[in-house]
């Protein structure tokens, strides 16, 4: 390649090529020897550099002096990089050894950056990115960019030293939307949910009645170019010597598909604040609050094709736990008088143990509901009087926002309340020593439980394993506890908790499983509230009244929400928490921890597109194997609807069974041994379907699924074991062979219907095709009982 053809193709990343070239002219000079050779390799590489998007990372004499040049772009070798980079949570100094090492193995004047800082701006991480808010330490207003003194009237706090100083941190909203919305296939998708015909059941936040007003003419959400966002924010504690902590704000939007609106790459993080204790709120959130007004008013252009549009964004729903809610909504904590931010129950003061707590009674009269305008007005009562007014402490800056109202637009989180706050709650209650003397109380019989869970064989799709409660319940995560109250808690507990307090748990469980729906007709929600509020009523009666705390009155105005703003998954804390954990592998010590984490997701997002970006195939094939490992099918054979995991003869001497023989001669016109092939294990829908014959399912109960049945075996019922797979050689079709379950009855007669007692219809094994099989089944077997549950959604994962 000559230097001219070089030093023409120009790009962003390759701002110092020209001085770079000079060196590699004067190489090409000193080793011209023979005109007619260097004038064909000349050619060839000029050949090689049309086939290249950007100017080659290097060129380099080898020994033999032949010319080699690289085929890689200096964007994609700074991509592949910051792939490498993002993947092991690389810190810039572990980085910029990295960019050394590397550059001892190329030439000293290649294109390389040799500057981690440099590296970030290259993949857009700049100035443009990220915001910084200094603020005064006396009176908490932010400093203006040229101030160094604070200019609130009689306040004398001036803006500390670099090392001392506070503030925090924001990221451009506008560019993290178009990262998204630019990405191939996005807009395109979020038209099809405008498109789409109103199903009558509640699916997703878009069938909730308040989105649906959006959707009327006149409405935001009329105009199919405008989008709407649901906010999360919830401290991270940093490091366990101090009492630092995190505060991330999140964005996501929410005409995003449900399948693909929870991963990383679709996840917008506003802001960030690092401090000792709660962040201010109102100095925190006023900036994001600024932002969203803009978006909402005048949004930012985007080219779709050759056409130009609009568009805008509202924020429509905010999720946080009870402490978060109480700090940015400016409200009294959960245990204080008129906690509730839905009604103007008052509460009362009740003892408990040794000390007192604030408790909610259930109340035969009907609840007063808090309306927008009157929020506002205690809010302002609030901050002028400077005393609480029915539970508020002052006026939330969320207040500003267009049609946003804290009644209204504020839901309950399902995994902080129902999880970590109510099923611990009774968890404790049961089987702490101090109740004793209760006749709820089961700590004697702790072993006999902890035996039990160890037999719970959860699917794989449930990421941990059941543990004991002895000693380790203080540890349980959200999704344990999730998989307890769903489908362990009621078999487990089973003879073992009194059948009144049994039946009263069951009312919350099977509650819960209906709102976690995709399919939630008007009749389930009926449902689920009548559930919860005799679950509420009868608290007091069969417990104490110091247990009904703010999460257990909350359960009274939970199917409201689910009403207003879809499923409990639609808008839960899952998928936030997750990436909370996320973020904590990503920190490197003390020092620019914003900049850090923004980083960390700029790179994360930017590797994640990576499909979409116009690099060379083989970064894209390292990028993909560093973040994702090697593809499961990559080595499978293809078949029917799915991929086979190896396939082999079956032995010589073997013989189907008489049903298995009968459905292959109907299907495929062949019982012949010689014509299968047999395996443990397949691959279909991107899910690995597993057997009883692989390795994998010891502890696991991974080869129970869902299947549709025909006519002639529909009384099988309509669970399958799966045993092993058959592979039909000539036509490639794949059929499950195993045995039929049928449900004998409910867990507990009248309650939570979807735990259900199963048994084999039959001894004999049956055939299925593999296009049969719907989802998989959680299926464990107590006492010599086997149960079986269907998950509420396919969206939520552990």
Same mark, same amino acid.
């Given at each position: 390649?000559?230097?001219?053809?070089?030093?023409?193709?120009?790009?962003?990343?390759?701002?110092?090529?020209?001085?770079?070239?000079?060196?590699?002219?004067?190489?090409?000079?000193?080793?011209?020897?023979?005109?007619?050779?260097?004038?064909?390799?000349?050619?060839?590489?000029?050949?090689?550099?049309?086939?290249?998007?950007?100017?080659?990372?290097?060129?380099?004499?080898?020994?033999?002096?032949?010319?080699?040049?690289?085929?890689?772009?200096?964007?994609?070798?700074?991509?592949?990089?910051?792939?490498?980079?993002?993947?092991?949570?690389?810190?810039?100094?572990?980085?910029?050894?990295?960019?050394?090492?590397?550059?001892?193995?190329?030439?000293?004047?290649?294109?390389?950056?040799?500057?981690?800082?440099?590296?970030?701006?290259?993949?857009?991480?700049?100035?443009?990115?990220?915001?910084?808010?200094?603020?005064?330490?006396?009176?908490?207003?932010?400093?203006?960019?040229?101030?160094?003194?604070?200019?609130?009237?009689?306040?004398?706090?001036?803006?500390?030293?670099?090392?001392?100083?506070?503030?925090?941190?924001?990221?451009?909203?506008?560019?993290?939307?178009?990262?998204?919305?630019?990405?191939?296939?996005?807009?395109?998708?979020?038209?099809?949910?405008?498109?789409?015909?109103?199903?009558?059941?509640?699916?997703?936040?878009?069938?909730?009645?308040?989105?649906?007003?959006?959707?009327?003419?006149?409405?935001?959400?009329?105009?199919?170019?405008?989008?709407?966002?649901?906010?999360?924010?919830?401290?991270?504690?940093?490091?366990?010597?101090?009492?630092?902590?995190?505060?991330?704000?999140?964005?996501?939007?929410?005409?995003?598909?449900?399948?693909?609106?929870?991963?990383?790459?679709?996840?917008?993080?506003?802001?960030?604040?690092?401090?000792?204790?709660?962040?201010?709120?109102?100095?925190?959130?006023?900036?994001?609050?600024?932002?969203?007004?803009?978006?909402?008013?005048?949004?930012?252009?985007?080219?779709?094709?050759?056409?130009?549009?609009?568009?805008?964004?509202?924020?429509?729903?905010?999720?946080?736990?009870?402490?978060?809610?109480?700090?940015?909504?400016?409200?009294?904590?959960?245990?204080?008088?008129?906690?509730?931010?839905?009604?103007?129950?008052?509460?009362?003061?009740?003892?408990?143990?040794?000390?007192?707590?604030?408790?909610?009674?259930?109340?035969?009269?009907?609840?007063?509901?808090?309306?927008?305008?009157?929020?506002?007005?205690?809010?302002?009562?609030?901050?002028?009087?400077?005393?609480?007014?029915?539970?508020?402490?002052?006026?939330?800056?969320?207040?500003?926002?267009?049609?946003?109202?804290?009644?209204?637009?504020?839901?309950?989180?399902?995994?902080?309340?129902?999880?970590?706050?109510?099923?611990?709650?009774?968890?404790?209650?049961?089987?702490?020593?101090?109740?004793?003397?209760?006749?709820?109380?089961?700590?004697?019989?702790?072993?006999?439980?902890?035996?039990?869970?160890?037999?719970?064989?959860?699917?794989?799709?449930?990421?941990?394993?059941?543990?004991?409660?002895?000693?380790?319940?203080?540890?349980?995560?959200?999704?344990?506890?999730?998989?307890?109250?769903?489908?362990?808690?009621?078999?487990?507990?089973?003879?073992?908790?009194?059948?009144?307090?049994?039946?009263?748990?069951?009312?919350?469980?099977?509650?819960?499983?209906?709102?976690?729906?995709?399919?939630?007709?008007?009749?389930?929600?009926?449902?689920?509230?009548?559930?919860?509020?005799?679950?509420?009523?009868?608290?007091?009666?069969?417990?104490?009244?110091?247990?009904?705390?703010?999460?257990?009155?909350?359960?009274?105005?939970?199917?409201?929400?689910?009403?207003?703003?879809?499923?409990?998954?639609?808008?839960?804390?899952?998928?936030?928490?997750?990436?909370?954990?996320?973020?904590?592998?990503?920190?490197?010590?003390?020092?620019?921890?914003?900049?850090? !984490?923004?980083?960390? =997701?700029? %790179?994360?997002? $930017?590797?994640? &597109?990576?499909? @979409?970006?116009? #690099?060379?195939?083989?970064?894209?094939?390292?990028?993909?194997?560093?973040?994702?490992?090697?593809?499961?099918?990559?080595?499978?054979?293809?078949?029917?609807?799915?991929?086979?995991?190896?396939?082999?003869?079956?032995?010589?001497?073997?013989?189907?069974?008489?049903?298995?023989?009968?459905?292959?001669?109907?299907?495929?016109?062949?019982?012949?041994?010689?014509?299968?092939?047999?395996?443990?294990?397949?691959?279909?829908?991107?899910?690995? !379907?597993?057997?009883? =014959?692989? %390795?994998?399912? $010891?502890?696991? &109960?991974?080869? @129970?699924?869902? #299947?549709?049945?025909?006519?002639?075996?529909?009384?099988?019922?309509?669970?399958?074991?799966?045993?092993?797979?058959?592979?039909?050689?000539?036509?490639?079709?794949?059929?499950?062979?195993?045995?039929?379950?049928?449900?004998?009855?409910?867990?507990?007669?009248?309650?939570?219907?979807?735990?259900?007692?199963?048994?084999?219809?039959?001894?004999?094994?049956?055939?299925?095709?593999?296009?049969?099989?719907?989802?998989?089944?959680?299926?464990?077997?107590?006492?010599? =009982?086997?149960?079986?549950? $269907?998950?509420? &959604?396919?969206?939520?994962?552990?």
């Amino acid at each position: 390649m000559g230097p001219s053809e070089e030093t023409s193709s120009d790009m962003d990343l390759s701002s110092d090529a020209s001085s770079d070239q000079s060196d590699i002219s004067s190489s090409e000079s000193s080793e011209s020897s023979d005109s007619e050779t260097e004038s064909a390799k000349s050619e060839a590489n000029e050949q090689a550099s049309q086939a290249t998007k950007s100017a080659p990372l290097y060129v380099v004499q080898s020994s033999s002096g032949e010319m080699y040049s690289s085929d890689l772009s200096k964007y994609d070798h700074t991509l592949a990089v910051a792939a490498f980079i993002s993947r092991h949570n690389l810190s810039d100094t572990a980085t910029e050894h990295l960019i050394k090492l590397i550059n001892l193995h190329i030439p000293n004047n290649s294109l390389l950056e040799k500057n981690s800082s440099k590296l970030k701006e290259k993949l857009g991480f700049d100035a443009d990115y990220m915001k910084y808010y200094f603020f005064c330490n006396v009176c908490k207003s932010v400093f203006e960019d040229n101030d160094d003194q604070c200019s609130t009237p009689n306040c004398n706090g001036i803006k500390l030293s670099k090392r001392t100083q506070t503030y925090f941190s924001s990221g451009n909203v506008e560019i993290q939307l178009k990262e998204i919305l630019n990405r191939k296939g996005i807009l395109d998708s979020i038209q099809e949910v405008y498109d789409r015909e109103m199903p009558l059941t509640i699916t997703d936040v878009t069938d909730g009645s308040e989105y649906k007003k959006l959707c009327e003419d006149g409405g935001f959400l009329s105009n199919r170019n405008n989008i709407s966002l649901t906010m999360f924010t919830d401290g991270i504690p940093l490091f366990k010597s101090s009492g630092v902590s995190l505060w991330p704000v999140y964005l996501l939007i929410n005409e995003i598909p449900r399948h693909e609106r929870f991963r990383k790459k679709n996840m917008v993080l506003w802001g960030m604040w690092q401090g000792l204790g709660k962040p201010n709120m109102t100095l925190f959130l006023k900036p994001l609050v600024s932002e969203l007004n803009h978006l909402y008013s005048n949004g930012f252009q985007m080219n779709v094709g050759t056409e130009e549009i609009n568009c805008k964004a509202q924020l429509i729903v905010g999720t946080m736990d009870l402490q978060a809610r109480a700090a940015v909504l400016h409200m009294t904590q959960h245990n204080g008088e008129y906690a509730c931010v839905y009604c103007m129950h008052p509460g009362k003061v009740v003892k408990s143990g040794k000390g007192h707590c604030r408790s909610f009674p259930y109340t035969k009269e009907p609840l007063l509901y808090r309306t927008a305008e009157r929020i506002q007005a205690d809010g302002k009562k609030a901050q002028k009087d400077r005393k609480k007014v029915n539970g508020f402490t002052g006026e939330s800056v969320l207040n500003y926002l267009p049609n946003f109202s804290l009644d209204n637009n504020i839901v309950i989180d399902y995994m902080h309340g129902s999880l970590l706050g109510i099923s611990k709650k009774f968890l404790s209650l049961w089987f702490d020593t101090k109740n004793v003397d209760k006749p709820y109380y089961i700590g004697g019989k702790i072993k006999e439980v902890d035996k039990m869970m160890k037999m719970v064989t959860p699917p794989y799709v449930i990421k941990r394993l059941p543990r004991k409660l002895s000693n380790t319940l203080q540890h349980w995560k959200a999704s344990e506890l999730r998989s307890w109250l769903l489908f362990y808690s009621l078999p487990v507990l089973n003879g073992i908790l009194p059948e009144t307090y049994l039946k009263h748990f069951s009312l919350i469980v099977e509650a819960i499983y209906i709102l976690l729906g995709e399919g939630i007709t008007n009749e389930d929600i009926e449902r689920a509230d009548h559930l919860l509020n005799v679950f509420v009523k009868t608290v007091d009666a069969l417990y104490d009244s110091s247990v009904l705390g703010l999460n257990i009155h909350n359960l009274l105005h939970l199917c409201d929400c689910v009403r207003k703003w879809g499923p409990l998954w639609a808008w839960s804390c899952f998928s936030f928490e997750s990436f909370n954990g996320e973020i904590k592998k990503t920190i490197h010590g003390t020092g620019s921890v914003c900049k850090q !984490v923004f980083w960390a =997701l700029q %790179s994360q997002k $930017r590797v994640e &597109n990576i499909s @979409t970006l116009p #690099v060379s195939d083989k970064v894209k094939t390292f990028v993909e194997d560093l973040h994702h490992g090697k593809s499961v099918t990559d080595n499978a054979l293809s078949a029917v609807q799915c991929s086979v995991n190896k396939a082999s003869a079956l032995p010589d001497n073997f013989q189907f069974p008489d049903k298995v023989k009968l459905k292959l001669h109907n299907i495929v016109k062949s019982d012949s041994p010689s014509m299968f092939l047999r395996t443990n294990k397949i691959f279909r829908g991107g899910l690995s !379907v597993y057997s009883k =014959l692989c %390795s994998k399912v $010891r502890k696991r &109960n991974s080869y @129970t699924w869902a #299947v549709t049945s025909t006519a002639d075996d529909l009384e099988d019922g309509s669970i399958l074991e799966i045993e092993y797979f058959l592979v039909h050689k000539r036509t490639m079709q794949v059929f499950a062979v195993g045995k039929k379950l049928k449900t004998v009855g409910g867990v507990l007669p009248g309650n939570a219907p979807h735990i259900q007692r199963v048994q084999y219809s039959s001894n004999e094994v049956t055939l299925m095709p593999v296009s049969t099989l719907q989802d998989v089944i959680i299926s464990f077997e107590l006492n010599g =009982l086997k149960y079986a549950s $269907r998950f509420p &959604n396919s969206v939520e994962s552990d």
